[in-house]
T-cell receptor, first 120, second 114 residues
Framework: GAVVSQHPSRVICKSGTSVKIECRSL??????MFWYRQFPKQSLMLMAT?????????EQGVEKDKFLINHASLTLSTLTVTSAHPEDSSFYIC????????????????FGPGTRLLVL | KQEVTQIPAALSVPEGENLVLNCSFT??????LQWFRQDPGKGLTSLLL?????REQTSGRLNASLDKSSGRSTLYIAASQPGDSATYLC?????????????FGKGITLSVRP
């Protein structure tokens, strides 16, 4: 099946620094990737939709200048948390769309293993 | 706005028991519904995807049903095993806008006792 990787799997950083998280689709091309954030005992909340070659679409309440998304190729999207603060500590998960073709409802999202961010 | 609810938040059962996990959604105009498994500190693994035209899907000991009109889906796990312990999430796609996105429930954390 389709595989999505994330790097790093875990990162600890000081408050005020920036952290970059990579999301790669290993054996398929993804024109669309999604970035989610998950707080403890909470569900996944979509942060933004990343489209190859164009600007990302951010969900309401997500600061685009703080969470920079770049989707430079069909297999790579990056999320950069700028000037990270302790409240940014969370589990960040990306997913990539594998479109089976046909009408709506045929897309399948494959999820990466997640990145645990801890900001001290 | 679509809302997905999973109750209860946690469930503990003895090994071997058959169990049902529930998922409800407010907007019945869905294209499909997907069940995922998440192990602690890990990403999501897709278990089953039911198209809106289907009533159920089966994979091994797992069976997922979908009743669009009532806004409900269930995940049935037969003969549960300790290895089934995980959080189970359901999600439906939202096609508002240019891209589809998934709306998730909060998940049900299952613990299967040996």
């Amino acid at each position: 099946g389709a595989v999505v990787s994330q790097h790093p799997s875990r990162v600890i950083c000081k408050s005020g620094t920036s952290v970059k998280i990579e999301c790669r689709s290993l054996d398929f091309q993804a024109t669309t990737m999604f970035w989610y954030r998950q707080f403890p005992k909470q569900s996944l909340m979509l942060m933004a939709t990343s489209n190859e070659g164009s600007k990302a679409t951010y969900e309401q309440g997500v600061e685009k200048d703080k969470f920079l998304i770049n989707h430079a190729s069909l297999t790579l999207s990056t999320l950069t948390v700028t000037s990270a603060h302790p409240e940014d500590s969370s589990f960040y998960i990306c997913s990539a769309n594998l479109i089976a073709g046909g009408p709506r409802g045929q897309e399948t999202q494959y999820f990466g293993p997640g990145t645990r961010l801890l900001v001290l | 706005k679509q809302e997905v609810t999973q109750i209860p938040a946690a469930l503990s059962v003895p090994e071997g028991e058959n169990l049902v996990l529930n998922c409800s959604f407010t907007d019945s105009a869905i294209y499909n519904l997907q069940w995922f498994r998440q192990d602690p500190g890990k990403g999501l693994t897709s278990l089953l995807l039911i198209q809106s035209s289907q009533r159920e899907q089966t994979s091994g000991r797992l069976n997922a049903s979908l009743d669009k009109s009532s806004g409900r889906s269930t995940l049935y796990i037969a003969a549960s095993q300790p290895g089934d312990s995980a959080t189970y999430l359901c999600a439906v796609p939202d096609y508002t806008g240019a891209n589809s996105k998934l709306t998730f429930g909060k998940g049900i954390t299952l613990s299967v006792r040996p």
